[in-house]
């Protein structure tokens, strides 16, 4: 049998295949405590972007997004629904503690899989910490986003496929042998991924390494005919909710294709995820942001580990895994690298998940084959990484903001410093959508106007209102192709939200002016002493601009 076979010298430690668990109380430990450091750090209010949109779409309850299903996220939706319905916080702070828990158990998870793949607690340690205060992950995990929800189901995914090979060949002494163990996780494996595509279709991309798993596993006669379909059938339970709505979609427009293809790609994205020439700009920020997330010893030890690790994994006759984890990889990075959008970096958050199995592998394979002083100095280096990181984050905004190191990409929204915004993953003390959308709706009134250059920053004011039951305010996102409709707006107050305070605002209507009041605008008339004091076009105001 495998496990009869001496190891060689850099095999790790054997686990006990008996804590199927991956010990259940550690794993509860760590989640809870990182739920703690990551809901403390969580955003309070309401932000800026998809942020904004994805707390602002909750408590509306509007499922379908006018994007497209790719951006409907219905796991994370209903998640959002039931944070913001039960627990007694602000709406914004429910939905960010739903990234927290999220988070949390990614972190834990890691730990978990990590564990059971080098049989050791330590490498396992390492890999979970680095991640936890990891800059793009740490952010995540402080925001309204759907991206740890992602993480945490392909985290879970990742561990049953390290279980189902570390229990294929845990030998003799294993408690649950392979017949008893492989069906229990490839069916978690298989619902996990379903699950991850009811929350982000990017789940689809560790798919096809999933099934491949899943396939070997039957022709190698770990599991039966019965043992394939509740595989099978697992995942298309966990992917029901998003294949339903694609369902409902084709149903309600008449167009299959078209409601294949807005669950793919969304409307507005499809050139974006179909692109086969990456972005140099796009590639030099994301990988900026991981020298940022990761800027102590993570990197070398990953890269120490995706050497080693067919090697290492070999020894314990799982090489089979070794090529699983090389694929789910390759599949997350190469797709990530090429999607030409704005913030590809965030995106990269299932490529760090997989990243952390080969940084504890790498770990592992340090402490063994170094000399007693290198393992001491890693341990160090490890410790330092994960202590040092806020305030490498803090130092590198106050670097970036003394340079100017943004140059043309700052955008000057109003109120915000973008050095602190991009640079500070903790969302918790980042008020500046909060004090923009206030302060527009308190000069607004009960029935005024806010126009919004920025169309990312409408979901903010949108907030506002809802939040305040102040539905008689009108809210027009200004799009160059849609002029400000001066006439409708005569007798009530204008506010403008500009995209940028270093730009000048939009051209008001003739016979009036925009007047400063803060880092926002209100419409005054040239003329006309009271109007200008209340903020209001006279009745008499030109009915063009």
């Known amino acids: 049998m495998d496990a009869q076979r001496p190891r060689p010298a850099t095999a790790p430690p054997a686990d006990d295949p008996g804590d199927a668990g991956g010990h259940v109380g550690v794993w509860l430990a760590i989640t809870a405590g990182v739920f703690v450091f990551y809901a403390l750090t969580a955003s309070r209010t309401i932000q800026w972007q998809d942020y904004g949109q994805f707390v602002l779409r909750i408590i509306d309850g509007e499922l379908f997004n006018e994007l497209g299903l790719a951006l409907a996220h219905p796991l994370h939706f209903w998640l959002g629904q039931a944070a913001a319905g039960l627990l007694p916080v602000e709406p914004a702070l429910a939905v960010a503690w739903v990234s927290a828990l999220a988070g949390a158990v990614t972190v834990a998870n890691v730990f978990g899989a990590t564990r059971s793949l080098v049989g050791s607690a330590g490498p396992a340690l390492a890999a979970a910490g680095l991640l936890m205060v990891a800059n793009t992950f740490w952010r995540m995990s402080s925001m309204p986003e759907c991206y740890t929800v992602t993480t945490a189901l392909l985290s879970a995914e990742l561990w049953c496929m390290v279980l189902y090979f ?167 990075a190469l797709f990530v690298l090429r999607y030409n959008v704005v913030d590809q970096h965030t995106f990269l958050l299932p490529t760090y998940t997989v990243l952390m199995l080969f940084v504890g592998i790498g770990c592992a394979w340090a402490l063994r084959a170094r000399s007693h002083n290198a393992r001491r100095l890693m341990i160090a280096g490890v410790a330092l990484s994960v202590l040092a990181a806020p305030g490498v984050y803090v130092l590198a905004a106050k670097v970036a903001r003394d340079r100017g190191a943004l140059g043309s990409m700052a955008r000057h929204k109003p109120y915000r410093d973008d050095y602190r915004y991009l640079f500070v993953p903790w969302g918790v003390g980042e008020t500046s959508a ?68 270093h730009a000048p605002p939009i051209d008001p209507p003739a016979g009036m002016s925009w007047r400063a009041e803060g880092e926002l605008y209100v419409l005054v008339a040239d003329s006309g002493e009271g109007a200008a004091r209340r903020g209001t076009p006279p009745d008499d105001a030109p009915a063009t601009p």
Do not use: C
């Not at 790609?265 to 972005?279: C, K, M």
């Not at 005024?448 to 009108?474: K, N, P, W």
């Open 434 to 501: 909060k004090t923009m959308s206030e302060t527009a709706v308190g000069l607004a009134g009960a029935d005024g106007v806010v126009i919004v250059e920025d169309a990312m920053a409408h979901f903010a004011v949108g907030y506002q209102l809802r939040t305040r039951g102040l539905s008689e305010v009108t809210v027009q996102v200004l799009r160059p192709d849609e002029p400000a409709d001066w006439p409708a707006y005569r007798g009530r107050a204008v506010v403008l939200v500009p995209a940028s305070t």
């Open 166 to 332: 570390r229990d294929r060949h845990a030998g003799p002494g294993a408690s649950s042998g392979p017949a008893s163990a492989a069906p229990r996780w490839l069916i978690g494996m298989m619902l996990f991924n379903g699950l991850g595509l009811a929350n982000h279709n990017m789940a689809m991309l560790t798919l096809p390494v999933s099934g491949l798993v899943l396939l070997g596993a039957w022709r190698r006669g770990d599991v039966g005919w019965r043992g394939f379909a509740s595989a099978m059938s697992a995942w298309f339970i966990g992917a029901l909710p998003y294949l339903a709505l694609t369902a409902i979609e084709a149903g309600r427009t008449g167009d299959l294709a078209g409601a294949v293809r807005s669950a793919l790609f969304g409307y507005a994205y499809s050139d974006n995820v179909l692109n086969a020439r990456p972005g140099i700009k796009q590639i030099a920020i994301s990988a900026a942001f991981t020298l940022l997330s990761f800027p102590g010893v993570a990197l070398p030890l990953a890269a120490a580990g995706l050497v080693v690790a067919r090697r290492w994994l070999a020894g314990r006759a799982m090489a089979g895994l070794a090529w699983a984890l090389y694929g789910a990889l390759a599949l997350h």
